[in-house]
């Protein structure tokens, strides 16, 4: 009985040997079927970030400063100078003037009644002479003129230039982009400032003709 017992199972062990057999074949082929996944070299591509959201930067405000040369021309101690210089130079002359044109009225007068006594030879004389007193005063009220036209184009210009002077000082002084004669505004922009100036230059002005005194 174990006799038999023992060689069937030695059969069996034979029977089964081919199947291990087949079994190992078929392992390498089943290896070699799924090759392994290649590693990525490339890194990815990061998704891209959101936009930053940020506000258009505002746009500097320009500051202007504006002049009324009318009111600094009568209020600052040079612009009453100058008037008081001029008015008194031109009253002067017109004193003057005034004088020589009633003795040319006196002599025409004087004339008139001696032409009826005179000879035609001094009629001609005396109508000469008057004639060259005429010019002469003629010719004094041009040079009059002329030198009240010196005198006021000479105090403008200091005048002017007194105004530059103070309104650049000024204008430094408070960061201002320009210093302008005040005019009508037709437009503004929301990003310039105006301000009536007149003051602070007509104050600096002042201070500079006190020193000069």
Known sequence: MPRIITRILFALLICALPSLGSAAE???QAAEA??????????????????????APKPQQLRI???DIVRISTESSLGKASAAQAKQKQGKLQAQITEKRKQLDR??????????SLSPAQRDA?????QKKVESFQKFGMNAEKEMQTLQQGLGKSFNEAVQQAATEYGTANSLALVILKREILYQAGSVETRDVSEGVIKLMNEKWVKKK
């Open 126 to 130: 005396k109508a000469k002479e008057f």
């Open 34 to 55: 799924k090759p392994a996944a290649p590693i990525p070299t490339e890194a990815p591509t990061p998704a891209p970030l959101p936009a930053a959201t940020t506000e």
């Open 107 to 116: 002599q025409k007068k004087a004339l008139e009644t001696q032409f009826a």
């Open 65 to 67: 400063g504006y002049i």
């Open 26 to 28: 078929q392992a390498p």
